[in-house]
């Protein structure tokens, strides 16, 4: 398929609010090529998860253009293009962890389901799993689980929004560990939002720094850090370069004032 | 760049009332009321019809103004209202204010003291292991029973022994609307949050401290909203307390004398007449509410 | 089976018996007249004695007028909140009237429905759904927001129709206060019911049987007429809590 697979234009979100109107979106341009782990960062009212959900159809710009995969969001969305990614695991409780993730499938209407939730299960490392429920499982699983969810359909796109936000260090080490090799087999391409430098610059190979009032792209960093790397290369100068060309963006952003 | 750029803002909308939709559907509801009038009645009216020589002017005039119909229309019941309640002299038998009091005193009285009750009981069951435990069980369970099917019972026995009137009917109402304000109570009085109550500990507060100044004010969200339920429950309960001994005063009474007689205009209005009393009570328990509330600084 | 839940059945059922006991101690030893208050020897005898009497006013009560109310009184309840789901309007309208009406004391329609639908069960049926209608509006409308935001948005990415969304996750999620409805309105029909005979009815059923021997001050009758309905009462409600537990077995209320 040719061409970016999300293309946004002058993209602006503004809404009144009883004070003043709020430009959470201001004439935002970005590309976002096949293949790639685009990370958008910044501090709260940035735009990154409003960024994320125009981009889904959870919300709708109010100027500007965006295409995914060369057709508007909306009809993306009913075409089935990405899976999507919560804070929380967003799981049903009352179906276990296969029909969780079976649910894509159902409502789509795909078969050949059984091998589908086998499959997904397995990429995130969770087989044996399949009959427990929700409440059974930790944090970190119930977000594997979510993640697997959002592949079963296999879909080319996938976004993120702060999946492991909610998780400690050493979970999410962890996933973010996994995260990149899944990346590395399936080859899809991934939109995530965080608000964590490290996170950021450990999983992309393209960094979109943000900032708030109005929310805009401050910077666009490409990291070239080799494909199969490891927890490790986070203490790496390279790494660390990158780190603080990040944290100039966020800072030229005005994010670490009040 | 950071200035503010001219694009058209998407308005966010505001939060809708509900003084709209509800007109809508209240003015449906009374044209569907008018329309239904016309066919349920026609077993009264069509005969009265005919012989006017019918035309669409009789079909209307007859089937929302007959004496008993097997619905009135709703401005008979406004009529009927309006004569029983300013026609009459407030203490004479005939105006509907001297049954509506009779209800209500036994009410109130009933309320009062079935609030009080459920209160106390509540505070009891909450300190008190042996009570929780022996209590709640048959509290919750006699309200799978139909408690008001008894009501008739009371009156009678209590009439034997020389109590009539106010008394046993308040007795009723007093025993139906303890439950939900004990229940009630129990469930604000143990709603406190644990780190709460472990911050009352390292104070080495005693227990009635801890009742006064963290478990009474957190529970009264909890009583209020009972106390709607009670005060609307120990209104029917006096109301169907006045059914078996045919009584001759009371809202209760007055729905007997109408069901008895065919008086169905008369069912009708008695019967709004006890709504309107339900709905002021509970809008007077949620004025309360808001006053309380706001005296104790809870956002409104 | 630890001390903690020994004492939770030990208590309650050792207060209970204490409570017949007492009270069969003091209208047998003060020499309680019968027509005040019968023991519950007589009670028990006057129940057994009168099966028959009681089957017939049970058929009458809660097979042709409770049963028949309840399950039309809240269907319609729960197909009037999915209406009001899909026209918000009308639900702006209906619930506020919806929480007026289930303050008021709706037995006094029973006359009027006894008017309506003559003496026999069709009137306390009727009286049944009117009681049943509101409580399950009101509960159901609830439950059908109850789903949360990022689970609804979920079904959003998926392109999920209104129907899909409704049956995968709104119902599902809907089902513990849907639960709460149908408890409440297994009391709410008892009661419609029996006061509804208190209006008028053929010569059976158990408001009809309660009101009677009342006036003739046949006490331990009116008592074995209640201890039927009790137990019916209760039977109906704990069949609920147990569907309620095999349904909705996922709510974190039922997590220790």
Same mark, same amino acid.
Request: net charge positive; proline share 6%; glycine share 8%.
């Given at each position: 398929?040719?061409?970016?697979?999300?293309?946004?234009?002058?993209?602006?979100?503004?809404?009144?609010?009883?004070?003043?109107?709020?430009?959470?979106?201001?004439?935002?341009?970005?590309?976002?090529?096949?293949?790639?782990?685009?990370?958008?960062?910044?501090?709260?009212?940035?735009?990154?998860?409003?960024?994320?959900?125009?981009?889904?159809?959870?919300?709708?710009?109010?100027?500007?253009?965006?295409?995914?995969?060369?057709?508007?969001?909306?009809?993306?969305?009913?075409?089935?293009?990405?899976?999507?990614?919560?804070?929380?695991?967003?799981?049903?409780?009352?179906?276990?962890?296969?029909?969780?993730?079976?649910?894509?499938?159902?409502?789509?209407?795909?078969?050949?389901?059984?091998?589908?939730?086998?499959?997904?299960?397995?990429?995130?490392?969770?087989?044996?799993?399949?009959?427990?429920?929700?409440?059974?499982?930790?944090?970190?699983?119930?977000?594997?689980?979510?993640?697997?969810?959002?592949?079963?359909?296999?879909?080319?796109?996938?976004?993120?929004?702060?999946?492991?936000?909610?998780?400690?260090?050493?979970?999410?080490?962890?996933?973010?560990?996994?995260?990149?090799?899944?990346?590395?087999?399936?080859?899809?391409?991934?939109?995530?939002?965080?608000?964590?430098?490290?996170?950021?610059?450990?999983?992309?190979?393209?960094?979109?720094?943000?900032?708030?009032?109005?929310?805009?792209?401050?910077?666009?960093?490409?990291?070239?850090?080799?494909?199969?790397?490891?927890?490790?290369?986070?203490?790496?100068?390279?790494?660390?370069?990158?780190?603080?060309?990040?944290?100039?963006?966020?800072?030229?952003?005005?994010?670490?004032?009040? | 760049?950071?200035?503010?750029?001219?694009?058209?803002?998407?308005?966010?909308?505001?939060?809708?009332?509900?003084?709209?939709?509800?007109?809508?559907?209240?003015?449906?509801?009374?044209?569907?009321?008018?329309?239904?009038?016309?066919?349920?009645?026609?077993?009264?009216?069509?005969?009265?019809?005919?012989?006017?020589?019918?035309?669409?002017?009789?079909?209307?005039?007859?089937?929302?103004?007959?004496?008993?119909?097997?619905?009135?229309?709703?401005?008979?019941?406004?009529?009927?209202?309006?004569?029983?309640?300013?026609?009459?002299?407030?203490?004479?038998?005939?105006?509907?204010?001297?049954?509506?009091?009779?209800?209500?005193?036994?009410?109130?009285?009933?309320?009062?003291?079935?609030?009080?009750?459920?209160?106390?009981?509540?505070?009891?069951?909450?300190?008190?292991?042996?009570?929780?435990?022996?209590?709640?069980?048959?509290?919750?369970?006699?309200?799978?029973?139909?408690?008001?099917?008894?009501?008739?019972?009371?009156?009678?026995?209590?009439?034997?022994?020389?109590?009539?009137?106010?008394?046993?009917?308040?007795?009723?109402?007093?025993?139906?609307?303890?439950?939900?304000?004990?229940?009630?109570?129990?469930?604000?009085?143990?709603?406190?949050?644990?780190?709460?109550?472990?911050?009352?500990?390292?104070?080495?507060?005693?227990?009635?401290?801890?009742?006064?100044?963290?478990?009474?004010?957190?529970?009264?969200?909890?009583?209020?909203?009972?106390?709607?339920?009670?005060?609307?429950?120990?209104?029917?309960?006096?109301?169907?307390?006045?059914?078996?001994?045919?009584?001759?005063?009371?809202?209760?009474?007055?729905?007997?004398?109408?069901?008895?007689?065919?008086?169905?205009?008369?069912?009708?209005?008695?019967?709004?007449?006890?709504?309107?009393?339900?709905?002021?009570?509970?809008?007077?328990?949620?004025?309360?509410?808001?006053?309380?509330?706001?005296?104790?600084?809870?956002?409104? | 089976?630890?001390?903690?839940?020994?004492?939770?059945?030990?208590?309650?059922?050792?207060?209970?018996?204490?409570?017949?006991?007492?009270?069969?101690?003091?209208?047998?030893?003060?020499?309680?007249?019968?027509?005040? *208050?019968?023991?519950?020897?007589?009670?028990?005898?006057? +129940?057994? =004695?009168? $099966? !028959? %009497?009681?089957? #017939?006013?049970? @058929?009458?009560?809660?097979?042709?007028?409770?049963?028949?109310?309840?399950?039309?009184?809240?269907?319609?309840?729960?197909?009037?909140?999915?209406?009001?789901?899909?026209?918000?309007? *009308?639900?702006?309208?209906?619930?506020?009237?919806?929480? +007026?009406? =289930?303050? $008021? !004391? %709706?037995?006094? #329609?029973?006359? @009027?429905?006894?008017?309506?639908?003559?003496?026999?069960?069709?009137?306390?049926?009727?009286?049944?759904?009117?009681?049943?209608?509101?409580?399950?509006?009101?509960?159901?409308?609830?439950?059908?927001?109850?789903?949360?935001?990022?689970?609804?948005?979920?079904?959003?990415?998926?392109?999920?129709?209104?129907?899909?969304?409704?049956?995968?996750?709104?119902?599902?999620?809907?089902?513990?206060?849907?639960?709460?409805?149908?408890?409440?309105?297994?009391?709410?029909?008892?009661?419609?019911?029996?006061?509804?005979?208190?209006?008028?009815?053929?010569?059976?059923?158990?408001?009809?049987?309660?009101?009677?021997?009342?006036?003739?001050?046949?006490?331990?009758?009116?008592?074995?007429?209640?201890?039927?309905?009790?137990?019916?009462?209760?039977?109906?409600?704990?069949?609920?809590?147990?569907?309620?537990?095999?349904?909705?077995?996922?709510?974190?209320?039922?997590?220790?």
């Amino acid at each position: 398929m040719a061409g970016p697979v999300i293309s946004a234009r002058e993209l602006s979100l503004v809404f009144q609010t009883a004070d003043a109107p709020v430009y959470a979106l201001s004439k935002v341009n970005l590309e976002v090529e096949d293949g790639d782990f685009v990370s958008f960062i910044g501090p709260s009212g940035c735009g990154k998860t409003t960024l994320l959900r125009v981009i889904a159809d959870l919300e709708q710009a109010t100027s500007g253009t965006i295409t995914v995969n060369g057709m508007t969001p909306q009809e993306a969305r009913l075409k089935r293009a990405y899976g999507y990614v919560f804070q929380a695991p967003a799981l049903y409780p009352w179906r276990t962890v296969e029909r969780n993730v079976g649910l894509p499938l159902e409502i789509m209407g795909l078969d050949h389901a059984a091998e589908r939730i086998a499959k997904n299960l397995e990429l995130v490392n969770l087989k044996g799993f399949e009959k427990k429920y929700p409440w059974q499982l930790s944090g970190g699983m119930q977000q594997r689980v979510s993640i697997a969810r959002a592949l079963a359909f296999d879909p080319k796109l996938l976004l993120m929004d702060e999946p492991f936000g909610a998780l400690d260090e050493i979970v999410r080490d962890k996933l973010n560990q996994q995260l990149l090799e899944l990346w590395g087999r399936t080859k899809k391409t991934v939109v995530f939002v965080t608000h964590s430098i490290p996170e950021a610059v450990f999983l992309s190979s393209k960094i979109v720094v943000m900032s708030p009032r109005p929310g805009r792209i401050i910077d666009v960093i490409e990291t070239n850090l080799p494909r199969n790397r490891t927890l490790d290369i986070r203490e790496t100068p390279e790494f660390l370069k990158l780190a603080h060309r990040v944290r100039e963006g966020l800072k030229a952003g005005h994010s670490y004032e009040d | 760049m950071s200035a503010a750029p001219a694009i058209a803002a998407t308005p966010v909308p505001r939060e809708k009332g509900n003084a709209f939709p509800v007109t809508v559907v209240c003015l449906g509801i009374l044209l569907a009321w008018y329309l239904a009038a016309i066919p349920m009645n026609w077993v009264i009216t069509g005969p009265k019809i005919e012989a006017a020589g019918g035309g669409l002017s009789n079909i209307l005039a007859f089937s929302w103004n007959d004496a008993r119909p097997v619905i009135p229309a709703p401005h008979q019941i406004a009529q009927e209202l309006w004569k029983s309640v300013f026609t009459f002299a407030p203490w004479m038998p005939k105006s509907l204010i001297y049954h509506g009091w009779i209800t209500l005193s036994s009410t109130l009285l009933g309320f009062v003291l079935g609030s009080l009750l459920g209160v106390v009981l509540a505070i009891a069951i909450v300190h008190v292991t042996f009570l929780a435990k022996s209590l709640m069980p048959w509290i919750i369970a006699s309200q799978t029973i139909p408690i008001l099917a008894i009501a008739p019972m009371v009156i009678v026995v209590l009439g034997s022994i020389g109590f009539t009137g106010l008394v046993p009917k308040s007795l009723i109402s007093m025993y139906l609307c303890f439950f939900p304000v004990t229940i009630g109570m129990v469930k604000g009085l143990t709603s406190p949050e644990t780190t709460q109550l472990d911050l009352m500990r390292t104070y080495h507060a005693s227990t009635s401290q801890v009742l006064w100044k963290l478990r009474f004010p957190s529970s009264v969200p909890f009583l209020f909203t009972s106390l709607k339920v009670a005060v609307a429950i120990a209104l029917t309960g006096a109301i169907v307390g006045e059914l078996p001994t045919g009584a001759i005063a009371g809202i209760g009474a007055r729905l007997l004398q109408g069901s008895y007689y065919g008086q169905t205009v008369q069912i009708w209005a008695a019967l709004f007449m006890g709504s309107f009393l339900a709905a002021a009570l509970v809008w007077l328990v949620g004025v309360a509410e808001r006053f309380t509330l706001k005296r104790m600084g809870v956002k409104p | 089976m630890t001390k903690s839940r020994l004492t939770d059945i030990l208590y309650p059922a050792v207060f209970g018996i204490g409570v017949l006991i007492l009270w069969q101690l003091i209208v047998k030893g003060f020499g309680v007249p019968a027509v005040l *208050l019968p023991a519950p020897s007589d009670i028990w005898n006057k +129940l057994i =004695a009168s $099966l !028959p %009497i009681l089957w #017939v006013d049970f @058929i009458q009560t809660v097979l042709r007028a409770v049963i028949p109310g309840w399950i039309i009184g809240s269907l319609s309840g729960f197909l009037a909140a999915l209406l009001c789901d899909r026209i918000p309007f *009308l639900q702006r309208g209906l619930l506020p009237l919806g929480n +007026l009406v =289930a303050a $008021l !004391p %709706i037995v006094g #329609v029973a006359p @009027i429905l006894v008017m309506w639908f003559g003496f026999d069960w069709p009137s306390k049926a009727a009286m049944v759904v009117v009681m049943t209608f509101f409580p399950m509006l009101i509960n159901a409308v609830a439950g059908l927001q109850a789903s949360g935001h990022l689970e609804r948005d979920l079904m959003r990415s998926y392109g999920a129709s209104w129907w899909q969304t409704l049956v995968k996750l709104r119902l599902p999620a809907a089902m513990p206060f849907i639960f709460n409805a149908l408890k409440i309105n297994s009391t709410l029909a008892m009661i419609g019911a029996i006061v509804a005979e208190f209006f008028g009815t053929p010569i059976v059923g158990m408001g009809f049987r309660i009101s009677t021997e009342v006036g003739r001050l046949g006490l331990d009758m009116v008592w074995a007429e209640i201890v039927v309905a009790a137990i019916t009462g209760s039977a109906f409600y704990g069949l609920l809590v147990f569907l309620e537990r095999r349904v909705t077995f996922w709510h974190p209320s039922y997590r220790r």
